[in-house]
């Protein structure tokens, strides 16, 4: 079995670095708001996994209880999110961001 320290820290490193920048030009270049909930989603997925990681080198615990709590607030994120997309949906009839203008006064 392999643990997160058997793993060098610097792998973890490049590896969250590359998922993060993912999610960044995911959120900058998607016109959909479900591939923008998913790309940061994935930004703090990245961030997740780096506090795992340096929880583990450290031999500290705090950082997997961070985790949690991270977990939980994107949890309620993507519910509050969804909901929202849910009622763009509904009023518009699209899930593009460049409709939402419609709903202006």
């Not at 643990?3 to 792998?11: C, D, K, N, R």
């Not at 960044?24 to 780096?50: D, F, P, Q």
């Not at 705090?62 to 509904?90: D, K």
Request: glycine residues 4%; neutral net charge.
């Amino acid at each position: 079995m392999i643990t997160l320290t058997a793993i060098p820290v610097h792998y973890y490193l490049l590896f969250c670095s590359i998922l993060f920048c993912i999610g960044v030009i995911g959120v900058l270049i998607k016109r959909n708001a479900l591939l923008i909930l998913m790309s940061i989603e994935l930004m703090i997925n990245s961030i997740n996994l780096l506090l795992a990681a340096f929880s583990a080198y450290s031999n500290d615990p705090a950082g997997q209880i961070f985790v949690f709590f991270i977990m939980v607030v994107a949890a309620a994120e993507v519910a509050i999110g969804l909901a929202i997309v849910v009622l763009i949906y509904r009023t518009t009839h699209s899930i593009d961001i460049n409709v939402l203008n419609k709903l202006k006064w």
